[in-house]
């Protein structure tokens, strides 16, 4: 029998820079691939084809004031602001811990400052889609996607690779 690990701590870093203390929470992006469903003759049932991922898109909230992190609305390039998150998870029937670290590169779509008020937290939201996206677990990656680059790699393996090499790349 074994206990879920769970969510112990966590920083968050943008283009390198802690902001420990400062971001509230962090919602990850949903990797996703998008189906066609699709019932050519010969088949009883329909089947769903992958057509390729679904856009990737990270958020995370902060209190107080992000002078740094709003200075990047408006950047120019799609990957031109990098956020790092480290998070330790730890199994409590072990006392072990995991690392977790998922670093994205994209920019800022949206900032939302939501409601400030005298004698009371604030909390801004920062959303950013992203065209870059590696997620490891005590160092070995579990996922890589660099849109750009047309790379998705799963657990080791590039799903993409055999793609590139029909259209004479790589």
Do not use: C
Not at 1 to 12: A, E, I, S
Not at 98 to 117: L, N
Request: glycine share 12%; hydrophobic share 40%; aromatic share 10%.
């Amino acid at each position: 029998m074994g206990l879920p690990r769970k969510l112990k701590n966590f920083d968050t870093f943008q283009n390198g820079e802690s902001f420990i203390g400062q971001v509230n929470s962090l919602t990850l992006p949903k990797l996703a691939r998008k189906m066609e469903e699709i019932r050519p003759g010969g088949l009883d049932s329909s089947v769903k084809v992958d057509m390729g991922g679904e856009a990737l898109e990270l958020s995370f909230a902060a209190g107080g004031y992000l002078r740094s992190a709003l200075r990047q609305f408006g950047a120019t390039s799609v990957g031109a602001v990098q956020l790092r998150w480290a998070a330790a998870y730890q199994a409590d029937d072990t006392g072990f811990y995991q690392a977790v670290e998922i670093v994205g590169r994209g920019r800022y779509s949206e900032i939302d400052r939501g409601d400030a008020k005298t004698g009371e937290s604030s909390e801004t939201k920062f959303t950013m889609p992203l065209v870059y996206y590696k997620e490891s677990v005590d160092g070995v990656v579990l996922f890589e996607i660099d849109v750009l680059n047309n790379i998705y790699i799963v657990d080791g393996f590039d799903i993409l690779a055999a793609q590139r090499a029909a259209m004479g790349h790589w």
